[in-house]
């Protein structure tokens, strides 16, 4: 009888409490606390540098390209995009293209690109592949005139690897085609070129 009276004490101390909120339970961090941006603030690209002149110097660059290169980065378009940069030729051919962070190091050994080949330090000593900025082209401009036409018969990806003295930058370019990257094997690369920013 006692034991009986005890169940039924508990059971009925257990009806008095408040019942768990559905909406408690599923309620979990708000999107501030993982780290995600309040929807109803509006995206703020981050700033960018100021465009780079640089002068055709090797011999590729003054066939295709003569004159100045004019590098302006552009800023990111949407928090989810990287920002990239537009490569204004003198001969008015135009490339418009997005940063592919990490992309000169992907594939690993299937990576059929050989870095120290397309980009030769003059002192001799090694390139470093993480220092390569990749972009990819979104819009190739090539001027109807133009004698050679663009880089490549389409021009998918620039690299870009620079080489800096006390009085000197050089920007070593290599442009690309095919629709993937890395690519399936080396005759995605359709030249390199060379320009000179003398400070």
Known sequence: MRNALAVLAAASLAACQPAAKPADQAK???REELGQDDPTIPFKPAPVGPPRTYEATSRTAMAFTPGK??????PQKSENLPSGATFAF???YTLETTLE?????????DNHVKWADIFPDPSGAMIDPEKIVMY????ETIPPKSPNGGFCAKTSFIATYTLKSP?????????FQGDRWPPKDDTALCGTFMYSNVR
């Open 136 to 139: 990819s082209v979104d819009i």
């Open 69 to 74: 290169l004019t590098l302006t980065e552009t």
């Open 167 to 175: 009085g000197a930058e050089d920007l070593q370019l290599a442009a």
């Open 28 to 30: 979990g961090p708000t």
């Open 90 to 92: 003198g001969n008015g």
């Open 101 to 109: 962070p990490g992309a000169a190091t992907q594939g690993g050994d």
